[in-house]
Structure formats: C-alpha cells, structure tokens
C-alpha cells in the first residue's frame, strides 16, 4: 500500500510512506506528504480509497472474499469495534456495512458535487474533490484532497453537507440498522447517540468560551460555524479542517485546544469508523457512577438496578462498568505515552498530547508537529498507535496471547 506513495516522488523514505498508508487504512488522516496540492490525482485518488476500505475495515474485506466467520479470526472482528453482529451471522453483517456504505456514498458524494458546482468547480473536478471528501467524511478518516483541507473550498454549502456526514460516519453500523428499518426512536433512546449529543453540546459550549476570550473571532456566526465544524470533526474522528491546524495553539488559547483533544480522545461509537475511547464506554462508566451515588444516598437495603438502551434495554452490571473503566485507563496510558514521548524529544506538553491523541484515536487533526522532518521514533510510535487504536487492546492481547501460545507449541 505504501509503495505508490513512495514511488509518487512525494515522500521522503519509505517510512514516510508506510506511515502514510497506515494513517489510511486506520482512517487517522495525519500526512507526512510533502506537497498535498501537486499530489498526481491518482495518488490522491488512493489515498482517499485506502480510508474508505479501512474504514469498514479490512477484515470485513477478508470476511466477505472468504465466506468465513469462524477460529481466531473473530478476535480480529471484535476489535474492529463491531461487537454486535447486527444480522444473524457476521458475513450478512458485512455485506450490510458495505451497502450501508456504498448507498451513503452514492448519496453524499452527489449532495457534496452539488455543493462544489454552487462554490464554482467545474463538474469533473467538483465530482472528483465530492468522491474524496465523501470518503475522507464518512470513514472518518480526514485526508484532504488539498493542503488547506476543507477551508480551501470556503464554502458554506460543502461544510453543512460534511457535517451529516461526519456524524453518520461516527454513528455505529447496529444504529444505522436500526434506522434502515424505521425505527427512528433508537436515536434518542441509544445511550451513546445521548452521550455523544450531551458531550458535544457541553463541550461546544465550552469551546464558544475559549474562543471567545481569545477575541480572535470578531463575528459570533463564523466563531460558531468554526467552532461547531471542529467539534463534530474532533469527536468524530474525522479530522477535516477548516483553520490551519497551527492556529489551534497560536490563535485559539488553551481551552479550544484542550477541548478538541477531548473531543478526539472521546471519538465516537463502538461499531462506527470512527476511533477513540467511545460513547459507549463513557457512557456505561457514568452510568455506572449515577448508580453508585444513588446507592449511597439511598438506605442500605434498597436495591438499585441501573438500565441502558442500546438497541434493546438492558440491565448495566458490575462487570461492564469495570470492563468499560479499564480500557479508559489504557486509553490514558495510550494517549499520555505518545504526548510523554514528544515532550521527550523537546516538544511543548500541549502540541505533544495534542498528536499522540490525534494519532491514537484517529482524530486526525494536526497542529502541525506531524511532518516529513519529524524524529523518526515519533513517526514509528505514531504508527504503533495508530495500529492499537485501530483494533483496540483486546484484539492485541488476543493477538499477543496466540503468538504466545505457537511458541509454546499450544496450537
């Protein structure tokens, strides 16, 4: 995968490459492309390809060639993040991903043209760059068909049809299921798409505040519009930009800044494209807390049962919320680890953590510190992330746990 880049002339040594398929197929969205604007569309074209086929990841390819849902491969299938099956057995669920895909596809990267047409390409181009975003959009994964990412469009139209865009992408593919078959209640009924509703408005919010005594914004409706752009880019994962990345830390504060790596380091569904802690874990720990409070402020002998709806209702118990605690703390660890790393090599703390969440939960957005000349122990260690965050730590236990036991001769 990484071959046509380096042989685009584009990147400096193969690890630059590497680097740059990985963030592909893990639909990260970081480059380490030396000029996005003079990419061969070809290039560019694959780029965008490697995020569309990853983003309903590349398991699923192997699932639906080989028409085999059993052994060890299903440890691979969980940690794609798509727990529930959806339809009875895993290759119906697959092939319902993929059409879920290619119909939104079909859909968004119309809406999208229209969109570029009404901003002034002409339809070759405007279908070409509505193909790319769609991809980049809907996978979550952030690449750019241009350098200035979606700012270099400047236009109003492109931004309010990548929005629902993003948020299908962050939506998991049980929800869309759910949806396809009329049942519009789950959406305000589903704990996550509640968590994620509640996270977002608060954190918006904040991030109005931040901006707002910066005074870097003179025009309420455009803080608002860049604002609420960069939150559902950030808490889904996807990435696209409509500031350069480098006004974040230099024009934006500190509290902006720190509310998109939340936003990153959150990401969005369990079952969706995008990357990050997820809405659903987050969700069941405060859960998990309201219940505990209500177990103290009640008497001793009454009996608290805590529920959740997640496409049926469901008793929350013990073992999910300590599951659920525990994978946050190795998203900590995962997180803290990368920006520890940068701080090592010299970097402010800030612009560090800011990438290594970016890296590891697939957010995307870049402050700049990602680029060709970067260490390369920071190039690889993103690379590492990107691989955890992508399948998650079960999936690498499992997959350290069976290397383990061919080496014992257990298998």
């Avoid at 192997?62 to 895993?90: D, Q, W």
């Avoid at 519009?225 to 994962?237: D, E, K, L, P, Y």
């Avoid at 957005?365 to 260490?375: A, T």
Wanted: aromatic share 12%; no cysteine; net charge positive.
């Amino acid at each position: 995968a990484g071959l046509p880049l380096l042989l685009s002339g584009h990147y400096a040594s193969y690890l630059d490459a590497y680097f740059e398929a990985m963030s592909g197929f893990a639909t990260i969205g970081q480059t380490l492309v030396n000029d996005v604007d003079h990419l061969a569309r070809s290039v560019n074209l694959w780029r965008h390809l490697m995020q569309f086929i990853g983003g309903q990841g590349i398991v699923i390819v192997v699932l639906t060639i080989f028409a085999s849902a059993g052994g060890r491969i299903g440890y691979l299938y969980t940690g794609e993040g798509r727990e529930e099956k959806i339809l009875p057995n895993v290759i119906r669920t697959v092939r319902f991903i993929w059409r879920v895909a290619l119909v939104y596809a079909v859909i968004g990267t119309t809406l999208l043209w229209l969109a570029l047409l009404s901003a002034g390409m002409g339809p070759p181009t405007a279908l070409y760059h509505g193909a790319n975003l769609f991809m980049a959009a809907f996978d979550t994964g952030g690449f750019a068909t241009m350098s200035s990412s979606v700012a270099f469009y400047r236009s109003i139209a492109v931004e309010l049809v990548l929005l629902p865009i993003m948020t299908a992408g962050g939506f998991s593919f049980a929800l869309h299921y759910q949806l396809w078959l009329g049942r519009r209640s789950e959406l305000v009924r589903n704990i996550e798409t509640r968590t994620i509703a509640t996270s977002t408005l608060v954190m918006f919010t904040i991030m109005l505040v931040g901006l707002g005594r910066t005074g870097t914004f003179t025009d309420f409706f455009v803080m608002m519009r860049q604002g609420f752009f960069h939150i559902v880019s950030a808490h889904t994962t996807t990435g696209l930009a409509t500031v350069p990345g480098r006004l974040y830390v230099t024009d934006w504060g500190v509290l902006a800044p720190a509310v998109l790596v939340t936003a990153m380091a959150f990401g969005g569904m369990a079952g969706s494209t995008a990357g990050g802690i997820k809405a659903m874990r987050i969700g069941l720990i405060l859960k998990g807390i309201t219940r505990d409070v209500r177990k103290v402020l009640l008497p001793e002998d009454a009996i608290v049962v805590e529920t959740f709806h997640s496409t049926t209702r469901k008793v929350l118990s013990d073992t999910q919320v300590r599951a659920a605690a525990t994978i946050l703390l190795l998203w900590l660890v995962l997180y803290f680890g990368g920006g520890l790393l940068g701080l090592f090599y010299g970097y402010d703390l800030q612009l560090a953590l800011f990438e290594s969440t970016a890296a590891a939960s697939s957010g995307g957005l870049s402050v700049g510190l990602v680029r060709p000349d970067l260490e390369w122990p920071l190039k690889v260690t993103y690379v590492a992330q990107m691989v955890i965050g992508r399948l998650e730590f079960i999936a690498i236990f499992a997959l350290f746990g069976y290397l383990l036991a061919i080496v014992r001769g257990r298998v």
